[in-house]
């Protein structure tokens, strides 16, 4: 008899239960998480903001407002050697992105559809960047151009940086080329066109928005980039990050602010383009960008 | 028909021949380059922790072993293994910030989750040092967080977070709890939100359900986090320069001063290949883990 009434009450008491601890769950634990969750984001944020609020302080201060004022990015615009740095930044981060595009694109190109030992060996190669801090690379660098008699330059700080990024492009664009069918290429050749052709004309343009995502995020990080350029910068213009670094060391100097302001809102816009510009070509945007996934 | 089905077949197969050659082009820049500038300087790099340096201080190769010798030097062995523990608690500190963080976003973000994700990415993709520049002064003595610390009787007017340990590790955790954050989200996205039904359904309370449920299937994807924050933690020099004091430095900082201030070329590349030394073991721990865990999901 037991063995028969045991489930008949379990079946008539379990779905009010069950509703019950739902809806006082749903309640009380998403409210801690959403708190932490919250205070993550506030801290995250904190630091972005105190540093573009006090970059229009009226006062030299960093911890008291006095008033609104353009002063900083006023002195920052006179300031020659900044303004060279900037281009110098510039110009390191145009010429890095091209040639780390062209190498990654034809390096993610050829991983993809190269089954022979080669094609795994260079698949570690590109991996070395990926899990090597930077500070290694920097110090290898350095070492390798002081070695090879190479006076450090703008010229080497734009070498050691298209190493470093090649690999971020051929990690973002391999997914993209895998997922390609490769009978569209077939039946591009099947037509008459050369294999070749059937690259340029095919493959390339279907990979064209990760490609320019791509240019896009690495010209950000490679503007943004600091230890890499630290280690291989000579002393003409020095890059724009090695200059903010030596002013942060001595000490408060606001127009840093300023110019770190205009540096996080051209990157936070630089990325958000990256994210979204696989959205223009009507393509599942976002971030499998940035995971290479 | 057969002979037309031949005729495919052996145009295919020259065609893969040809096809493997042109992509063996297309790999061939970007690794030789990378061979080159990346493989070759590493190597110079271990070359050169043996060598010497003659009397101006310029690097010369050799073999001596007073740069490997050097690093049993107790004030190096020091650095070292405050640099582990510091690295080793942002992992922990990251991951517990990480785990609420991304199972919020994951499981009640809704279809604001993508824009909530962006919204933690795109301020870690840019400028570190402007970002760890604006923590220094959140937390200096007169910042926002101490402040409310004091207001809420916390801390009190002596406490200092800036040059000491726990300001250097919160740099760390600042810089790179990012990289904690993405594959436990993505881990968290592919779980089977049914999953942790289930284990409330059987009376699971939250914490029960989370340890049985929610973290061993989300165990790789922390295990992936735990790396990627671990590597640029144990390299890092800026969050020791600019949150700690000279007692908090860390290994980076020693490379930093032994190529710049100090001109010791070869303690310093002995210092840097220690380091690597340090990364490797983590990195095949990790492979040796993610290996066993595949081993077990397969079986």
Request: with cysteine; aromatic share 10%; glycine share 10%.
């Amino acid at each position: 008899m037991t063995m028969v009434k045991q489930p008949s009450v379990t079946a008539t008491a379990r779905p009010a239960a069950r509703t019950r601890t739902k809806r006082g769950r749903a309640d009380r634990r998403p409210r801690v998480l959403i708190a932490v969750t919250a205070l993550f984001f506030a801290l995250l944020y904190l630091p972005i903001a105190v540093v573009a609020l006090f970059s229009f302080n009226s006062k030299k201060s960093l911890t008291v407002f006095g008033g609104f004022s353009l002063r900083w990015y006023r002195a920052f615009v006179h300031d020659d050697v900044l303004i060279a740095s900037l281009g110098t930044s510039l110009r390191i981060s145009l010429v890095a992105m091209a040639g780390s595009v062209v190498l990654g694109v034809a390096l993610a190109l050829g991983l993809v559809r190269c089954r022979t030992r080669l094609g795994s060996l260079a698949g570690l190669i590109m991996l070395v960047p990926l899990i090597t801090p930077e500070i290694v690379t920097g110090v290898a660098s350095m070492l390798l151009f002081k070695g090879l008699g190479v006076a450090l330059s703008t010229g080497t700080v734009m070498l050691a940086e298209i190493t470093f990024s090649i690999s971020y492009v051929t990690v973002i664009l391999r997914s993209r080329v895998a997922a390609l069918n490769p009978e569209v290429e077939e039946a591009a050749m099947d037509l008459g066109a050369t294999r070749w052709q059937a690259v340029r004309l095919v493959t390339l343009p279907a990979l064209l928005p990760a490609v320019l995502a791509s240019a896009v995020l690495i010209f950000a990080l490679v503007f943004d980039d600091f230890v890499l350029a630290y280690f291989t910068t000579g002393v003409d213009p020095q890059p724009l990050s090695v200059r903010i670094y030596s002013a942060i060391r001595f000490g408060v100097q606001p127009t840093i602010n300023a110019v770190g302001t205009l540096m996080l809102a051209g990157s936070i816009g630089l990325i958000a383009l990256a994210l979204f510009i696989p959205r223009l070509f009507g393509r599942r945007g976002g971030l499998d960008i940035l995971s290479g996934e | 028909m057969a002979l037309l089905r031949h005729f495919a077949r052996a145009r295919r197969r020259g065609r893969d021949a040809t096809g493997t050659r042109m992509w063996t082009w297309f790999m061939l820049p970007g690794t030789l380059w990378m061979t080159g500038f990346l493989i070759a300087s590493l190597a110079l790099v271990a070359v050169l922790a043996v060598g010497t340096t003659d009397d101006l201080g310029n690097p010369r190769f050799g073999f001596d072993l007073a740069g490997v010798r050097a690093l049993a030097d107790p004030a190096y062995t020091e650095v070292l293994a405050r640099s582990l523990g510091y690295a080793l608690l942002t992992c922990a500190i990251c991951l517990l910030i990480a785990y609420p963080v991304a199972y919020t976003i994951a499981l009640y973000g809704g279809r604001y989750k993508n824009a909530l994700i962006a919204a933690i990415v795109v301020p870690f993709f840019a400028n570190y040092l402007v970002r760890m520049y604006g923590w220094s002064v959140v937390l200096s003595d007169d910042g926002p967080v101490l402040r409310a610390l004091r207001a809420v009787g916390l801390a009190d007017s002596g406490t200092k977070i800036l040059n000491t340990g726990v300001g250097v590790v919160a740099g760390l955790v600042y810089g790179f709890v990012v990289f904690m954050i993405i594959p436990l989200y993505a881990a968290l996205e592919r779980l089977d939100v049914s999953l942790i039904e289930a284990g409330r359904d059987l009376y699971g309370g939250p914490v029960r359900t989370f340890f049985h449920v929610t973290l061993p299937a989300t165990r790789q994807g922390a295990a992936a986090g735990l790396v990627l924050v671990f590597l640029p933690a144990m390299g890092d020099f800026v969050s020791a320069q600019l949150m700690g004091g000279p007692d908090q430095i860390m290994i980076g900082n020693l490379i930093q001063d032994k190529f710049f201030q100090g001109q010791n070329w070869p303690l310093g590349s002995a210092l840097t290949m220690l380091l690597m030394l340090v990364l490797l073991v983590g990195m095949l721990g990790y492979l040796r883990r993610t290996r066993k865990d595949e081993a077990e999901a397969r079986r």
